[in-house]
């Protein structure tokens, strides 16, 4: 039979995401077959598959970590938001349309049938499977219809462990406060906990351990101290403010409000060359930056308006006029045009607004969506990039004369006549060593930096670690309950 464990957190980014990945990572090592599994998501962090869908970038990580290709069953509901109260719902890889947050609340029940169909798909594929939940099941006013903690526990018959931040303070109130608000139901699920992120002597905590095991019969797995090199993993909730570094080429980076696939960025912030700054609203974007990346987006013209509002238009100018470069990635390259128009409100109120004009493009959204592994190259390089699309919008105009890349054989993206300013749809495309190493010489900056190799070796170590502080052998005696 297969085994199966899901790791649930007493709040929201207690590290459930990497202790996945690190033991996802440990297992494999250990020789078995092991995929991930979060049966709902919320991220506009999201990766492609190879089966042409969508699901969480974290999951894509840790199915990485596995040594396995990501499959939407991996992830088979994923919330994109693209308003506060709204967002667009992925079922296995699709989208199905745009939902209110009161109006999934009713009727996420309905979608525990695909969850249970991918979870039971890799459960005949693999010897184990590794369980992310979301959020916190001590969120009891969201119990009712649960896919995502508890609900899925109860109807899959999987054990749980359950994870507390200790970095945050209050780490005993966490996972004895949990326990004292879930129905015995569903504590009866919990088989044991573990509590993460401890800096300093972990000894300093036996303590601590003996109270929570006290207060809830619940034996520890074991204490995790910090992982430093986390930072170095691309990252699915919030991108890292503020990466500086002191490299000699400056880029800066918009945080947008609906920042969509900013782990982009990640090998860049890797470089020793490169000084990568993501600008906060309300600051200014750095006048010594010699390129402005324009990030996707996962509500665009709601995006526009809110760079206009910080200011960032007028500063994008004058970055311009000093002799700046730019480059628009999917909605930053949307933005990048003279007009955006959504005439069927799929990302919003049905409206027509007026683009930077720093392109000679115009976009029309479409409600046919764009979902797929890319193969392209640079035309002036010829370095190959491997990326991926995922847009709704069409993007045509005269500066797509001058597209940078090919795919198939045909021009894709777009170039001012000087060829300062650029846009494209590609995802991912610093990813590709030779490509960000052409790109990087392009303005007097080196790369020796192979990412893909860097990222592994990270998981080696994220699982050694975790090897070293957990008992795994007891991990996945609870896993056989399953």
């Known amino acids: ?63 990485l970590a596995c040594r396995i290709a990501p499959h939407t069953d991996m992830n088979p509901v994923l919330l994109k938001p693209e308003s506060e109260t709204g967002a667009q719902v992925i079922v296995q890889g699709k989208r199905v349309g745009t939902q209110a947050a009161r109006d999934f609340g009713k009727k996420k029940q309905s979608l525990i049938g ?80 573990i509590v993460n992120k401890f800096r ?87 006048a010594d930056a010699t390129l402005v990346i324009l990030p996707g987006s996962k509500s665009t013209i709601a995006d526009l308006a809110f760079l206009r509002a910080q200011g960032w238009d007028i500063d994008l100018a004058a970055h311009i006029r000093r002799g700046g470069h730019v480059l628009g990635i ?32 115009v976009t ?8 797929q592994l890319t193969q392209a190259a640079d035309r002036l390089t010829g370095a190959p990039v491997s990326g991926y699309e995922i847009h709704l919008g069409e993007t045509t105009g005269a500066d797509c004369g001058r597209g940078w890349l090919t795919i198939e054989g045909a021009a894709h993206g777009a170039a001012s006549q000087n060829g300062r300013i650029r846009g494209c749809y590609l995802h991912g495309l610093f990813t590709s060593d030779r490509y960000r190493a052409a790109f990087l010489q392009g303005y007097d900056a080196s790369s020796n930096l192979s990412y893909d190799a860097d990222v592994d070796a990270i998981l080696d170590a994220l699982a050694a670690h975790l090897e070293e502080h957990l008992d795994i052998d007891q991990i996945l005696e609870i896993a056989a309950q399953a």
């Open 1 to 63: 039979m297969t085994k199966a464990v899901m790791i649930q957190g007493t709040g929201s980014d207690v590290g459930k995401s990497l202790l996945v990945a690190g033991l996802c990572r440990a297992a494999a090592n250990r020789g078995l077959s092991v995929a991930p599994f979060k049966p709902q998501n919320m991220s506009n962090n999201a990766a492609v598959t190879a089966d042409g869908g969508e699901i969480g970038r974290a999951q894509a990580l840790q199915a």
């Open 114 to 193: 695909p969850v249970l169909e991918s979870f039971e798909r890799l459960k005949a594929q693999y010897d184990l499977v590794l369980v992310e939940g979301a959020g916190s099941p001590a969120e009891i006013n969201l119990r009712r219809g649960d896919i995502a903690n508890m609900g899925f526990a109860e109807v899959a018959h999987v054990p749980v462990i359950l994870t507390g931040d200790i970095n945050k303070g209050g780490v005993i109130a966490q996972i004895v406060g949990t326990q004292a608000v879930l129905p015995p139901e569903d504590t009866a699920h919990i088989k044991a906990f």
């Open 200 to 286: 300093g002597d972990v000894r300093l905590f036996d303590d601590g351990l003996s109270a929570i095991e006290a207060f809830t019969g619940w034996p520890s797995m074991g204490v995790v101290p910090w992982f430093f090199e986390a930072c170095r993993l691309p990252a699915e909730d919030a991108p890292e403010l503020g990466l500086g570094g002191d490299g000699k080429l400056k880029i800066a980076v918009p945080l947008l409000s609906r920042i969509a696939n900013f782990d982009d960025f990640d090998p860049l912030a890797s470089e020793p060359d490169v000084s990568l700054v993501m600008v906060p609203p309300g600051q200014p974007l750095p």
């Open 330 to 361: 999917c909605g930053g390259y949307q933005m990048l045009g003279r007009e955006i128009a959504d005439p069927e409100g799929l990302e919003g109120a049905a409206s027509a607004v007026a683009g930077l004009g720093l392109l000679d493009v």
């Open 364 to 371: 029309v959204m479409r409600p046919e969506k764009r979902v």
